[in-house]
């Protein structure tokens, strides 16, 4: 007598899928955009490009609406982030926004060591006199990392 393969087959498959969301749930996958409110704004975070690897052109992107009415805002003032890593100031920089994508303000760098970086981005609202603040963190990865074949150090064969 043959035996129908059906029920086995659906109950493994059931069985595997709940164990792989039940894993899924305890694991931390890292944040790639970070968002945080300040000044009745969302501000949403990311290097862009991804990964942020080092010896590439990367973009700190702050992308800004309305918490209110959900619409892009572009009305930042005297907007400049700082940048540090390991408690070091790496420069003060201005922040540009996009004319093709109201609500999106950018700075472009390339970073020389991989690490973890912080930023805070400070702005006017328009014309109001209060300068606010935000802060993130991101990660910058060593470009060798993703390379195949590795390249070969200097002095080796």
Do not use: N
Not at 72 to 90: H, M, N, W
Not at 114 to 124: A, I, M, P, Q
């Amino acid at each position: 007598m043959r035996r129908s393969l059906k029920f086995p087959v659906v109950t493994l498959f059931a069985a595997v899928t709940a164990l792989v969301t039940v894993a899924a749930s305890f694991v931390e996958f890292p944040v790639l955009h970070e968002r945080k409110e300040v000044a009745g704004l969302a501000v949403v975070f990311g290097a862009e490009p991804e990964p942020a690897i080092t010896e590439e052109m990367q973009f700190l992107r702050w992308r800004v609406s309305s918490l209110a009415d959900e619409e892009p805002y572009s009305e930042f003032e005297d907007a400049k982030v700082v940048i540090t890593r390991d408690g070091q100031d790496l420069g003060t920089f201005e922040v540009q926004g996009s004319r093709r994508d109201p609500g999106l303000y950018q700075t472009r760098h390339i970073f020389t060591a991989e690490g973890e970086y912080d930023t805070v981005l400070s702005f006017r609202k328009g014309e109001e006199e209060e300068v606010h603040t935000v802060d993130f963190k991101f990660r910058i990865s060593d470009r060798s990392s993703l390379e195949i074949p590795p390249r070969k150090e200097a002095g080796r064969q």
